[in-house]
């Protein structure tokens, strides 16, 4: 389908991004990856006026190492996130949920960042970001100010980020050698996950955090199910029995794949087996 | 010219590649969006968002005033030249068939209808302009789902004062081809086992890989359409039947075309819009669909309900079936939309021997999209619903499915069999395909795993399905299809050119989409003939070309098509022989012909076929009493149907906790009689095999209760692709039961992995969790639908002596998939 007609912008840095924005307003979107972005335009279901495209900024780019955290620039893609030595040393969760994401030719094209200022609550990386208690580092004309994943994803379709800001980079503080799996539960391979599970654990197990994909309006913790796990041995019935918790405040939506309480029972079941993988039991 | 005494082996049974491959892998061929002609405009459909609405005004001023608008025009500006969407199957003489206008001017029937088009210089600017137009709607009641429609409350249409469409009723005692399923039904029920279900045909849309297409060009004598069609001859023959120009006035051409499976078989309101509109404006113009116009208003598939009773002794030996449906035609009844659930009919008996039967179809209209033919039509509802109910059976009797089938099948040696539903089966061997598939699959390795996961309480539970399926197709025979009231008859057409360079033109009236006709038919030519497979042409799809025809459809390509060529090159033979025997002054009593050359008995003296097409050619000496052309034509008309079968197993993995599904093992034994090209019918093979388990467990067109298309796109319409499929084990048997009724012994496969694969699927996850008190799962089998099943209990397993009826309200398969 063809998009209603745009103006087109490639800005050479943040700063001629923020200032384009400062300019269109909300007549404007940033165009990231585009993976979620172009669907929406060629549907008809977004007409902004003009489209500004971060994929000329190159220092919006890349994975670096920051002391006690690990920096992964907006504009870095899925499949670089993925394989990139300091994300599996330091934050193995994010490595093993950018491979889980869409397929082959959409992780080459989309964006860390782009997908998580969307904020799908289907998307992949925003309940292993939260679990992992990302930093968001969002540049507006004002300068840049950081926001905790706590506080950064707001609602459906909703951040932190205002009209006028870019997200430049996220901070992953490091976990370096907790294990990690992402359990995703879809009907075909493609597909959004119907509930997925971030689950990262230092030793077996000191410390768990559990993200949940899907189970509400933005990403979710399974905070009950964490604090039944901390200092608890990594067996099969403990592991389970915490994850009987994992369900606890979330409001997940009915749709073909499922009604609530099935994602609900899908969401306790799958994060013990998520955190059961991590801990390497 | 090339020796043809080099030429090698029998084409016939070589896997080649595909002669089509190259261009259509590269995509350096032309589909028709990729036709751009001088002065062409481009259109956009404003389509209803309302399922059932009255229309009160279109305002089209705006549109208009749209930069490089050419014209905006609703239903009221067309007369008669617009003509109408036919149905050329109607299944019973008092059939309510409702008027359908390629653009109705006063309502719209369902979500996605036409209303108004915009024509504009380029796509995107017509595009803009149709969100301009402005309709106003009066919405009326809509009625969606097949029961909702049964209870004529809300009428899809209201002056036909009734949703039903027509009853077609099939009974053996009438027909004299068994005895009264009644009788058979009372004394299963007092003393045998009756087993009643309903089980649910969802519906299925058919996604083809190209969206629907069309260019007309009304410049010249001739008016020109191409279209990403199935049937160039049927669409040309239906504008000329409807729209008022001869016949002669009208050229088709479908170029390469990307897919149908039956999607495609169909003269469209987009088609009849584009024409008209052309003509009006006198200029060429183009309309491509989007793919969520393709997924809303493309024919749907499926959409059945079917009510079932089996009744049988006690060892399982089947006394009689009779099968209710009622189908969902959708808001209008499509080209040959009653005929699809009525072909089923003839299959529901499938390759077993049932003293008794009864077949009622009611066909009913809804407020959504009109359905039609998908991969298999008729035959794999049918095939779903028997082989799903002898596995049912299997567990009434408490013997192995397979072993509840071989009491009831036709045996080899009883073949030629006539069915109870009045068929005649030519020739057929189930024993061997189930004995080669069972083998091939490690059936009771398979099932010793299965009674270990089920002793040990495993969190995966195992399962296997059997599917021993065959089908009727070939669709001809004309006297059949005439007896059934089709429009059309069924025969198909050929033609040979001799070239005079010895290059050999064969023209089909059968139209590829994707079925690699090039390929076969030049391997057939090229044994029948004698002559190198790379001499051989393949023309199609230009009615201006292949002048006459019927296109390709319900596994006919081969059977009829590929008959039709083999009658025609044999004419060419014996005119070539004549002349042979005038060049080489020898009697045709005297000449063989073998590898493309013509020898004298005898002698080292002979001629080649190619050279005598030159020799025609020159025609500089040839007899008196021959025209200088050895070129031939032929027309086909099969005497009967062909029946290809198979036994289909298939092991699934149920993971209990979560309901997910898994495919461990799929094994099928195709018996398809002769095999031309192996590596087309594993193709073949494998993506109907895909599209018959996706069926299961994957695809499913949801409404909700205002008639809107809740999965409208791929986010929500899941197809599968290759990562969720597992590599399959395709076999055949070592001796295949040749087709007796064409020379060629072939039977046809385009749709055999459709019509098995489904009810062999959920027959497996049916299996896996049937000690869990699951006796059936409706498709698709999601992970939820398999998890609520296993924790519904097992209130509803009936017993050989309750036989509780399964068709009260709340059920398992009452759900019709609205309002989800």
């Known amino acids: ?281 | 010219m090339t020796a043809t005494q080099d030429r090698p082996a029998a084409e016939i049974g070589k896997d080649r590649r595909r002669k089509e491959d190259q261009r259509l892998i590269t995509g350096r061929t032309r589909w028709t969006d990729n036709i751009t002609l001088p002065g062409m405009l481009h259109l956009a459909m404003v389509r209803s968002p309302f399922a059932h609405a009255t229309i009160t005004s279109v305002d089209v001023e705006a549109a208009k005033a749209s930069p490089n608008v050419v014209a905006v025009l609703s239903g009221k500006d067309f007369g008669d030249e617009l003509g109408v969407c036919i149905n050329a199957w109607p299944i019973t003489p008092d059939q309510k068939t409702p008027g359908h206008s390629p653009m109705p001017a006063d309502r719209a029937a369902f979500a996605g209808e036409i209303v108004a088009v915009v024509v504009a210089r380029s796509a995107a600017e017509a595009r803009d302009a149709a969100e301009l137009v402005d309709v106003e709607y009066d919405e009326q009641p809509a009625v969606i789902g097949i029961k909702n429609a049964l209870r004529d409350e809300v009428l899809a249409h209201p002056d036909l004062g009734t949703n039903k469409s027509a009853l077609w009723v099939f009974d053996s005692a009438e027909a004299g081809t068994g005895s009264d399923v009644e009788a058979a039904i009372e004394t299963a029920r007092t003393d045998g086992i009756l087993i009643e279900r309903e089980y649910r045909q969802q519906r299925l849309i058919p996604a083809f890989m190209e969206p629907r297409s069309v260019v007309v060009d009304p410049t010249g004598e001739q008016i020109t359409m191409w279209s990403a069609t199935q049937i160039p001859h049927i669409l040309r023959f239906a504008l000329a039947a409807t729209t008022g120009v001869p016949e002669s006035k009208i050229r088709v051409i479908a170029p390469d075309v990307g897919g149908g499976f039956g999607g495609k078989l169909q003269t469209t309101p987009e088609e009849w819009i584009a024409w008209a509109v052309a003509r009006r404006l006198s200029k060429p113009v183009k309309y491509t669909e989007t793919r969520s116009e393709s997924l809303m208003a493309a024919h749907h598939g499926r959409d059945q309900v079917q009510t079932l009773t089996l009744a049988a002794d006690k060892e399982g030996n089947v006394t009689g079936f009779k099968v209710h449906l009622d189908a969902d035609l959708g808001a209008y009844i499509a080209v040959v939309g009653g005929g699809v659930p009525v072909l089923g009919a003839f299959m529901f008996n499938a390759i077993y021997k049932f003293p008794s039967y009864r077949f009622e179809c009611q066909t009913v209209l809804t407020n959504t999209t009109f359905t039609d033919a998908y991969r298999g039509a008729g035959r794999p509802e049918a095939t779903y619903a028997i082989e799903r109910i002898m596995d049912e059976l299997a567990a009434e009797v408490g013997v192995d499915p397979l072993e509840i089938r071989e009491r009831n099948w036709i045996k080899h040696e009883e073949f030629p069999f006539t069915t109870v539903a009045g068929l005649e089966y030519d020739t057929g061997n189930y024993e061997a395909a189930t004995a080669k598939a069972k083998e091939s699959f490690g059936y009771d390795a398979l099932r010793a795993e299965q009674k270990e996961r089920r002793e040990r309480g495993d969190r995966v539970q195992l399962g296997i399905g059997v599917s021993t399926f065959t089908e009727m197709c070939g669709l001809a025979p004309s006297r059949v299809l005439g007896s059934l009231d089709y429009g059309a008859g069924g025969w198909e057409h050929a033609s040979v050119r001799m070239l005079a360079t010895g290059k050999v033109e064969i023209v089909t009236g059968a139209s590829a989409h994707g079925q690699g006709h090039e390929t076969a038919f030049s391997q057939i030519v090229a044994d029948r003939l004698g002559v190198p497979f790379e001499d051989v042409e393949v023309l199609h799809g230009d009615t201006q070309i292949a002048h006459k025809g019927l296109d390709t459809y319900g596994s006919r390509s081969l059977v009829v098509g590929g008959e039709a060529l083999v009658k025609a090159v044999d004419k060419v033979i014996d005119k070539a022989k004549h002349l042979a025997a005038h060049l080489l002054e020898a009697s045709e009593d005297d000449l063989e012909y073998k590898g493309g050359r013509f020898t004298v008995a005898g002698t080292d003296q002979g001629v080649a076929i190619q050279e005598l097409a030159t020799a025609a050619f020159a025609a500089h000496n040839y007899p008196e009493d021959m025209e200088p052309s050895i070129d031939a034509e032929a027309t086909y008309d099969p005497v009967n149907f062909n029946y290809p079968h198979g036994t289909h197993l298939c092991a699934m993995e149920v993971d209990t906790e979560t309901g997910a599904v898994k495919m461990r093992k799929y094994t099928c034994c195709d018996d398809i009689g002769t095999i031309i090209n192996p590596l087309i019918v594993a193709g073949q093979v494998h993506g109907g095999l895909v599209q018959g388990i996706a069926q299961a467990l994957w695809e499913e067109a949801v409404h909700d209760e205002a008639g809107t298309l809740v999965s409208g796109s791929f986010v929500d319409y899941l197809l599968p692709t290759s990562a969720d499929t597992i590599s399959f084990d395709v076999v055949h048997t070592d001796d295949p039961s040749i087709c007796t009724t064409n020379t060629l012994g072939t039977k046809g496969v385009g749709e055999a992995g459709t019509i098995a694969s489904t009810p062999a699927v959920v027959n497996a996850v049916v299996d896996a969790v049937r000690h869990l008190g699951v006796s059936d799962i409706q498709m698709p089998c999601t992970p939820e639908r398999v998890w609520r099943a296993i924790h519904a209990g097992d209130s509803d397993a009936p017993t050989p002596e309750t036989a509780m009826p399964h068709f009260s309200e709340g059920a398992l398969n009452q759900d019709e998939g609205a309002g989800q």
């Open chain 1, 1 to 281: 389908m063809i998009p209603v007609q745009f103006d087109y912008l490639a800005p050479a840095s943040v700063e001629e991004a923020l200032s384009a924005l400062g300019q269109h307003g909300d007549d404007a979107k940033i165009l990231a990856g585009g993976q979620s972005l172009l669907p929406v335009l060629r549907m008809r279901l977004n007409a902004p006026e003009v489209v500004i495209d971060l994929g000329g900024i190159a220092s919006l780019r890349g994975i670096r190492d920051d002391g006690d955290a690990i920096v992964i620039g907006a504009m870095t893609t899925h499949h670089d996130v993925r394989d990139h030595a300091l994300v599996k040393e330091h934050a193995l969760l994010l490595s093993k949920a950018a491979a889980e994401v869409a397929d082959s030719q959409i992780r080459h094209r989309g964006t860390f960042g782009g997908a998580l200022a969307h904020a799908d609550p289907a998307g992949d990386l925003g309940a292993p970001a939260l679990a992992l208690g990302a930093q968001f580092v969002i540049a507006g004309a004002g300068g840049t100010r950081t926001v905790e994943a706590s506080d950064f994803f707001v609602d459906l379709f909703e951040t932190a980020i205002g009209e006028d800001e870019i997200l430049t980079e996220v901070r992953i503080p490091k976990h370096t050698g907790w294990g990690a799996h992402y359990e995703k539960f879809v009907r075909v391979a493609h597909q959004w996950p119907i509930v997925a599970i971030a689950a990262t654990v230092k030793g077996s197990i000191d410390e768990a955090r559990v993200g949940l994909t899907n189970m509400g309006s933005t990403p979710l913790r399974a905070t009950a199910t964490e604090q039944a796990l901390t200092g608890a041995t990594a067996t099969e019935d403990g592991v389970r029995a915490a994850a009987e918790l994992a369900a606890e405040g979330t409001n997940p939506p009915s749709d073909l794949n499922g009604a609530a309480d099935y994602r609900q029972h899908l969401a306790r079941v799958l994060t013990g087996r998520a955190v059961l993988k991590a801990a390497g039991v």
